[in-house]
T-cell receptor, first 112, second 112 residues
Framework: GQQLNQSPQSMFIQEGEDVSMNCTSSSIFNTWLWYKQEPGEGPVLLIA?????ELTSNGRLTAQFGITRKDSFLNISASIPSDVGIYFC????????????FGAGTTVTVRA | EAQVTQNPRYLITVTGKKLTVTCSQNMNHEYMSWYRQDPGLGLRQIYY???????DKGDVPEGYKVSRKEKRNFPLILESPSPNQTSLYFC???????????FGSGTQLSVL
């Protein structure tokens, strides 16, 4: 499958902070998706992006489809404790419309 | 309620003892897929199905089998489990080419 590099691998948040994470691919994607996984549950779709340059928001979450079509970014504004979890990027390449490749995930934890 | 149901949630077995993890969705989705989640590796696709009787390999299909005899069900079969198949498994479904995936709650498998 396609190689997706997601960073950072983990991060600590303080309530009220803005946080960012990103995902890069070695090849061009036609779709970028961002999922969140909470403990004991399966991933849940947060945002879907379909066009280069597209900027889409879902509440305090904003994601962008990179102009090069090889990257995507997710921002969380004004963090709250329930933002903890694992965030995954996922993408579909032009060569295979049926296979979704996932990044390794960014683990978000509340800073004590 | 729209959902993907996996059973069992937890399973401990021994090497070589055949097992099946069931997956059922009630959303009339054409596309279904199995993933395994391992620390640091994210979600890797095992097999997927675009419709009844249509299945294809994902990125890590070795040691697994699937079948799609009915639209709602997509069981994962391990004919002879080995310890390296110890993992967290997720079933997912989608109505549109595997993009907006709905995930089950996961099956934690331990092979001793």
């Amino acid at each position: 499958g396609q190689q997706l590099n997601q960073s950072p691998q983990s991060m600590f948040i303080q309530e009220g902070e803005d946080v960012s994470m990103n995902c890069t691919s070695s090849s061009i994607f036609n779709t970028w998706l961002w999922y969140k996984q909470e403990p004991g549950e399966g991933p849940v779709l947060l945002i879907a992006l379909y066009k280069a340059g597209e900027l889409t928001s879902n509440g305090r979450l904003t994601a962008q489809f990179g102009i090069t079509r090889k990257d995507s970014f997710l921002n969380i504004s004004a963090s709250i404790p329930s933002d903890v979890g694992i965030y995954f990027c996922a993408g579909q390449s032009l060569s295979n419309d049926y296979k979704l490749s996932f990044g390794a995930g960014t683990t978000v934890t509340v800073r004590a | 309620e729209a959902q993907v149901t996996q059973n069992p949630r937890y399973l401990i077995t021994v090497t070589g003892k055949k097992l099946t993890v069931t997956c059922s969705q009630n959303m009339n989705h054409e596309y279904m897929s199995w993933y395994r989640q391992d620390p640091g590796l994210g979600l890797r696709q095992i097999y997927y199905s675009m419709n009844v009787e249509v299945t294809d390999k994902g990125d890590v299909p070795e040691g697994y089998k699937v079948s799609r005899k009915e639209k709602r069900n997509f069981p994962l079969i391990l004919e002879s489990p080995s310890p390296n198949q110890t993992s967290l498994y997720f079933c997912a479904s989608s109505s549109v080419s595997g993009k907006k995936l709905f995930f089950g709650s996961g099956t934690q498998l331990s092979v001793l």
